[in-house]
């Protein structure tokens, strides 16, 4: 990409941070005007990212291994911060790995929120964070053989399968809780909602003292297929599928960062759709978690009418793309539909109904005095966990920090666009949920201004070549936060590297201390408000370590007891 | 609890009548995918754009077959054939009811001949596709002779026509040596 | 720990289960004779959400499957149905097959989706097994990334034996002097092409062919007006400015074409 020395941003930040370590920065190179690669010296690597995220406002995106050693002999670390202070811009501080000791000082006794990509680099690449506490697994089964890294290049062929070396699962789960407690685990199936996790929480009494989970049920290999056996395109539907609800902001994420890596400028009218439909995705998101709500709070009534007027979104989506989904939209340098003017009076007309409908909706929600006393004050997330963690969308909003994608670093049809941004300060379920509320209006008035002045011209640019081994990110803010996508072009016209980062995985790690001190009746709620790609589990096991017992409860009657709170199962 | 009675009310009934009664979907709807055999040109560039590998095509060199095949259980209804099909043989309809009990009804094949090189006899594409880019250089061509060479080009196979090629300069190699003689 | 499954060798299964004979007798009565309702229980084998997701708007007030007795329940002891969504994960594998086998016989078992029918998009990665039927036998196969609610609803019908499927397994063999008809052949096929090109960077690859082949069918009309007035008429007459733009679009590149310059 061209950028001039005049129009970067970001400067400020590469200074001070040369000024601070004047021996650890070896080159910096700009990928586009608002994002900096900079090399540092592997030793100084967590002092770098440390600096970056506490002392100017940095907050850790994403952290991407490469295994580049046909281009350079070593393995590459890149831990991309958004930086939200003054100037907003992304830094990616970058460190070699030797490939002969594979080991790197760990970031995470540093900053906390670096923990789980360090666990997931190990799992990948056998690269040991040398610090880092935890040595479980994070991203690979358990019946997987020790030793093997899928994303090395020479390790294996996309397509081998391993015998299985275990038949059960053998994940050491953690409790840091002083006191004795009982365990109740949940999953890793399921019945209310989308994906598998097991989840365990240590409780004393009916308060949760701990919790723990393992996650990645449903680690397929998508990084892996996306250089092996797909070309640039077809990742963009691979990425749809990264999740069955936001599938279509992983999507633009992806095209974008192959757009900012070859410098393709992206015809406007494409970026307005592209906008349009990402907004048409969150509508139907924030429905579903309002819906989920009401029936974590025993309000089925409620559940029902949320999804039946989120069923004009879907319809909403249908008629834009052909599919409920939003799949399928997009290529590299644009998008596969247009909308003609009889989809833009539907679509007005559409939203206008939405309007309506859920205002109306919101108004019961709000006035039924049981909702307010069972999410206000529940499942706190401290704005200083939230700052160590880095987490995103409504669930850091909840938290009262003013961090949204959209405004930060416009991308799309954002730049025509004045984004608002929302926070609430209650840091609990109601202001989560209250976020919501009011960026599902937002959404609707997103776009009727997009409508209103849509750009004119094509919709889909083809004027541009790969390049090999360019690099950039692309990134955008899903209904549950910013979605982070590194992507570097190799020379076979597929691609060398995709890191793909899903909003819900910066969120897990703090839902720990969301649940701390709260009861266990509360637990499905708190789970389902961060909206993770799943709300709850199928099976709860207590063990109850002072009365030496164990027993095991179905999730339902789990849920039940969220709902109506009474008859504790735990007794 | 009065709101959400009248909210109840004002909504009535919401079900739509499917299965009993048709349902309609969007306009330009992704639903189950239709080959146009005979439109067909075995060209392969549906199966190249398919994300998920549902459109295939396997060559039999004995047989001089080649078959295409969709699995509609693979599929993913993206419409990458139909946007990359040159002869507008494979389109999304609005079909949806495609469950099944037996996984061979999610197959449909359809079976090509393959042409064979007139040099030396072996298969060089399908023979529906030789006829149709013959058929565009013809209608394209300027003369007889433009169209004869387009007829030799076209149904020629890779390693003939670098047989050719090397004759012909070898050839003109000789006839520069007589000249300068 | 034996050798790895080789890539060429991709139908190894994993341990699958089979059935017993009388289980099959039982299952047959079950399909014939179901005069109650029928509980599903679903089993998510490493899916995206989509599948998820559309079971929980089949059920919900606009689709409303429990008009049929179709009722998700929320263990498998309870199911008379287990519906298998994602392409089985590794990890999923184990309490994918606890569920089958806590499910009382006789059961139906429904893969949904493209990941379950056959793995999907997701069908040869090193982390899944590619398809339900790779570790459990299957009954009932819905298709769709992910099926749409009425497709649920018509997979279920098809799972209880209420409707027909439509779906037939086809081979169509080339006919003897079959053609591929070249479309337009009155119009120079450069021209077309470039049209058809602008018009999918314009309008997408599907608005944008219905978009050119209206205009093309205005320049191969048989009528005595000019052509370039007929186009000109085409675009003026056209109510929505967007499509009056791509056509004033499309005209612009016919005229340029004609006149021997580039497109």
Not at chain 1, 497 to 520: D, H, I, K, Q
């Amino acid at each position: 990409m061209t950028a001039t020395t005049e129009t970067r941003i970001g400067q400020p930040y590469l200074a001070a941070l040369r000024k601070k370590l004047p021996h650890a920065v070896l080159e910096e190179r700009w990928q586009t005007d608002d994002q900096v690669t900079v090399t540092v010296k592997l030793g100084s690597l967590p002092e770098a990212v440390a600096t970056l995220y506490y002392e100017h406002d940095g907050w850790l995106s994403t952290m991407v291994g490469n295994d580049e050693r046909s281009l350079n002999g070593c393995f590459a670390l890149y831990y991309v911060l958004s930086m939200e202070g003054a100037q907003k811009c992304h830094v990616i501080v970058h460190a070699l790995v030797s490939a002969d000791d594979l080991e790197f000082p760990s970031v995470t006794p540093k900053v906390p929120a670096a923990v789980w990509y360090e666990r997931e680099v190990r799992d990948m690449f056998g690269l040991r964070p040398v610090g880092l506490p935890d040595e479980r697994r994070l991203v690979l089964p358990d019946d997987w053989p020790d030793g093997l890294y899928p994303l090395r290049k020479d390790s294996m062929d996309y397509r081998f399968r391993p015998e299985p070396t275990a038949d059960n699962e053998t994940y050491k789960f953690v409790n840091d809780s002083k006191v004795e407690t009982t365990v109740v685990p949940l999953g890793p199936l399921h019945i209310t909602s989308d994906e598998p996790g097991h989840f365990r929480l240590f409780v004393d009494g009916e308060t949760i003292v701990d919790a723990d989970y393992r996650m990645f049920y449903v680690h397929r290999g998508m990084e892996k297929l996306a250089e092996t056996r797909m070309g640039y395109n077809e990742v963009t539907f691979l990425a749809d599928r990264v999740c069955g609800i936001c599938g279509y902001a992983h999507s633009v994420a992806y095209a974008s960062s192959v757009e900012n890596a070859l410098g393709i400028r992206v015809p406007d009218r494409a970026q307005a759709i592209r906008a349009i439909l990402l907004e048409t995705e969150r509508m139907h998101s924030h429905l579903l978690n309002l819906g989920l709500v009401c029936h974590f709070t025993g309000f089925d009534t409620g559940f029902m009418q949320f999804f039946r007027v989120r069923e004009k979104a879907m319809t909403l989506a249908e008629m834009l793309t052909g599919s409920r989904k939003t799949y399928a939209i997009n290529l590299i340098g644009g998008v596969r539909r247009d909308i003609l003017g009889e989809q833009r009076l539907t679509t007005l007309k559409l939203i206008g109904e939405l309007r309506a409908e859920v205002k109306r909706l919101i108004d019961i929600l709000v006035s039924t005095p049981n909702f307010e006393g069972r999410v206000k004050g529940v499942g706190l997330l401290d704005p200083q966990v939230a700052r160590d963690y880095s987490p995103v969308g409504p669930v850091v909003r909840g938290s009262g920090h003013r961090r949204d994608t959209r405004a930060d670093h416009a991308f799309a049809g954002y730049k025509l666009i004045d984004m608002p941004v929302h926070t609430q300060a209650g840091c609990d379920i109601l202001s989560r949920t209250l976020v919501r509320i009011a960026e599902f209006f937002d959404s609707i008035a997103i776009i009727e201004k997009l409508l209103e002045d849509t750009p004119t011209g094509p919709i889909l640019t083809e004027d541009f070549a790969y390049k090999p081994y360019k690099f950039a990110l692309g990134y955008t803010e899903a209904p549950r936060g910013e979605d982070m996508h590194w992507s570097m072009t190799g020379d076979n016209q597929k691609l060398y590297r995709w890191r793909c980062r899903a909003s819900t995985y910066n969120n897990w790690p703090v839902l720990r201390y969301m649940l701390r001190g709260n009861t266990v009746s509360d637990a499905p709620l708190i789970v389902g408000s961060i909206d993770p790609c799943y709300s709850c589990t199928d099976r709860v096991t207590i063990v109850d370590v002072n009365k030496a017992r164990s027993k095991t409860i179905a999730y339902k009657e789990m849920e039940r007891y969220c709902r109506e709170r009474t008859d504790s199962p735990l007794k | 609890m009065l709101k959400l009675l009248r909210e109840v009310f004002r909504t009535g009934e919401a079900t739509h009548k499917y299965p009993f009664a048709p349902l309609e979907v969007a306009k330009d709807f992704r639903g189950k995918p239709e080959h146009n055999a005979v439109s067909c040109i075995a060209c392969a560039a549906c199966t190249i754009a398919c994300p998920p590998n549902a459109i295939s095509m396997e060559t039999d060199v004995a047989a001089g077959t080649r078959t295409w095949s969709i699995s509609y259980g693979r599929c993913i209804f993206c419409g990458r054939c139909e946007e990359a099909c040159p002869t507008g043989a494979i389109a999304l309809s609005p079909d949806f009811e495609l469950a099944v009990a037996r996984k061979e009804d999610l197959t449909k094949r359809a079976v090509f001949s393959l042409a064979a090189c007139p040099s030396c006899g072996e298969p060089l594409a399908a023979a529906k596709e030789v006829a149709y880019v013959l058929d565009i250089l013809t209608r394209s061509a300027a003369s007889p002779e433009e169209a004869e060479r387009a007829r030799f080009l076209v149904s020629t196979c890779p390693a003939c026509k670098r047989k050719h090629d090397v004759e012909q300069l070898a050839r003109i190699g000789v006839e520069r040596q007589m000249e300068n003689r | 720990m034996s050798a790895f499954i080789s890539p060429n060798d991709l139908t190894v299964q994993p341990g699958g289960l089979s059935m017993a004979a009388d289980v099959a007798r039982m299952k047959g009565s079950l399909l014939n004779n179901i005069r109650r309702s029928a509980y599903v229980y679903r089993v998510d084998c490493g899916g995206c959400n989509g599948c998820e997701i559309e079971i929980f708007a089949a059920i919900t007030p606009l689709f409303d499957a429990e008009r049929f007795g179709i009722k998700v329940v929320a263990s498998p002891r309870h199911a008379d149905i287990l519906l298998f969504t994602g392409a089985v994960t590794r990890s999923m594998r184990m309490p994918a097959l606890r569920a089958y086998e806590a499910a009382p016989d006789p059961k139906i078992v429904v893969s949904y989706g493209a990941c379950g029918c056959s793995g999907g998009i997701f069908h040869d990665l090193y982390c899944v097994w590619g398809g339900t039927d790779k570790i459990v036998p299957v009954d009932v196969y819905i298709p769709g990334c992910p099926p749409t609610p009425p497709a649920t609803i018509y997979g279920f019908a098809v799972a209880l034996g209420l409707l027909e499927q439509k779906l037939k397994a086809e081979t169509h063999v080339e006919a003897e002097g079959e053609a591929a008809p070249l479309a337009h052949p009155s119009i120079p096929y450069d021209l077309r092409v470039q049209l058809e090109r602008q018009a999918r960077q314009m309008a997408g690859y599907r608005q944008g062919r219905t978009i050119v082949e209206e205009f093309l069918s205005v320049l191969e009309a048989r009528d005595a007006t000019p052509v370039e007035r007929r186009i000109a008429k085409l675009a003026g007459g056209e109510g929505d400015p967007r499509r009056a733009e791509i056509f004033a679009e499309l005209a612009g590149t016919f005229s340029r074409m004609l006149t021997g310059g580039t497109p």
